[in-house]
C-alpha cells in the first residue's frame, strides 16, 4: 500500500502539523480539505523509503518538485531506500481532493497524494465489478477511465470552488459481523474490532482497516446485512453494486457517522450470521 509511518507530521488548514495516527475524520487539511478515512496497514512487507525527512512506502505518489511531475517514492531521484527497516503498522488518508502535505526535516512540506490518489468514477466501478465477473478487457476499460483524471485537477477544482464530492465508498456500518476463520465452524467479529492480521472466511489475513465517513452514505439491507450502495456483493453467481440488486432494501433515514472496511489478502469478505446461514459475500 501507500503509506507513512507513524508520527508523519500533516499540515492542517490551520498551518499547524499533527501526527497522521492523530487524525480524525472531518480534519481539515491544507490542500486536502476535509479527512473522509483513515487507514491503519500492515506495513509488515512494505519497502520504505526518505524524501526529504517523511519515511513513505516506495509506492506512495509524490510531487517531485524540481521536475513538477508526480512520481512514485522509489522514483524520486532524491529518495534514500531504507535497507532493511520495517514498520509493522503504516498510516495513511482519504481526503476530499486526495492531496496531504507532509513535514520533513527540510523547510516546508512535501506535497504527495492520499490513499485513493483519484476519485472513484462510474466508469472505474463498472469496470472494476466487471473483473470482478471474470469479463474480458475489464483492466483496459478501468486503466483508460484512470487515465482521463490526473493528480492535479481535483486540487485545482476544490480551489476554485468548483468540488462536488463523490459519496462512493464500500463499507459498512459499525457492529457488522464479519465470519472469521479459513473454513467451518466459523464465528464472528464486529468488523470495527478486527485486527491486522485475523483470517478471514474466504479472504484470508487482513492487510488493512479503513474507518470512513458515513453521514452522506445511502444504506442498503441485503440479507443479514447493512452496506453502502456501491459496494459489490455476489448473489446468484453474479457481482453487482448493492445499490443494483432487487432484493437490497433502501434504508432512507439510515445514516452512521462513521463506517469501516477491510483490506483483505483475498479483496473478499463474508458477513453475516456464521450460524444461521444468514451471510453476504462481499468484495
Given at each position: 500500500?501507500s503509506?507513512?509511518?507513524?508520527g ?6 490551520s498551518?499547524e ?7 480524525k475524520l472531518?480534519?481539515?487539511?491544507a ?8 487507514l491503519e496497514?500492515?506495513g509488515s512487507a512494505?519497502?520504505l523509503?526518505?524524501?526529504g ?9 509524490v ?14 531521484s ?12 503504516l ?5 476530499r ?15 504527495v ?5 483519484l ?6 466501478l463498472?469496470a472494476?465489478t ?7 478487457g ?5 486503466m ?16 476554485a470552488?468548483a468540488?462536488?464530492?463523490r ?11 464479519v465470519?472469521?476463520g479459513?473454513?467451518?465452524p466459523a464465528v ?10 485475523d ?16 453521514d ?9 446485512a ?7 456483493v455476489k448473489?446468484?453467481g453474479?457481482?453487482?453494486?448493492v ?11 439510515a ?6 472496511n477491510?483490506?483483505t ?5 463474508y ?13
Amino acid at each position: 500500500g501507500s503509506c507513512f509511518i507513524p508520527g508523519t507530521q500533516v499540515q492542517m488548514a490551520s498551518g499547524e502539523f499533527v501526527s497522521i495516527d492523530a487524525l480524525k475524520l472531518g480534519d481539515v487539511l491544507a490542500d486536502g480539505g476535509p479527512v473522509d478515512g483513515l487507514l491503519e496497514v500492515d506495513g509488515s512487507a512494505e519497502d520504505l523509503y526518505e524524501i526529504g525527512g517523511d519515511v513513505m512506502s516506495g509506492t506512495h505518489a509524490v510531487l517531485d518538485d524540481p521536475q513538477g511531475l508526480w512520481k512514485r517514492a522509489h522514483e524520486v531521484s532524491t529518495g534514500v531506500f531504507l535497507r532493511g527497516r520495517r514498520e509493522p503498522v503504516l498510516w495513511n488518508a482519504i481526503t476530499r481532493t486526495h492531496k496531504m502535505r507532509v513535514r520533513g526535516k527540510s523547510d516546508g512540506a512535501l506535497l504527495v497524494a492520499d490513499y485513493m490518489e483519484l476519485d472513484e468514477t462510474d466508469e472505474m466501478l463498472d469496470a472494476l465489478t466487471a473483473a470482478l465477473n471474470g469479463h474480458k478487457g475489464s483492466n483496459a476499460a478501468l486503466m483508460d477511465a484512470a487515465s482521463r483524471l490526473n493528480l492535479d485537477g481535483s486540487l485545482a477544482a476544490y480551489s476554485a470552488g468548483a468540488w462536488t464530492p463523490r459519496a462512493l465508498k464500500s463499507c459498512f456500518p459499525a457492529g457488522t459481523p464479519v465470519i472469521l476463520g479459513k473454513r467451518a465452524p466459523a464465528v464472528t467479529k464486529a468488523i470495527e474490532d478486527i485486527e491486522l492480521g485475523d483470517v478471514l472466511l474466504g479472504g484470508g489475513r487482513v492487510l488493512a482497516k479503513m474507518r470512513l465517513a458515513g453521514d452522506s452514505e445511502d444504506l442498503y439491507r441485503l440479507g443479514g446485512a447493512t452496506v453502502s450502495a456501491s459496494h459489490s456483493v455476489k448473489l446468484a453467481g453474479v457481482w453487482r453494486h448493492v445499490e443494483d440488486v432487487p432484493e437490497a432494501h433502501l434504508m432512507p433515514n439510515a445514516r452512521e457517522q462513521t463506517l469501516h472496511n477491510l483490506i483483505t489478502e483475498k479483496h473478499l469478505i463474508y458477513v453475516g450470521n456464521a450460524t444461521r446461514g444468514s451471510r453476504e459475500r462481499c468484495s
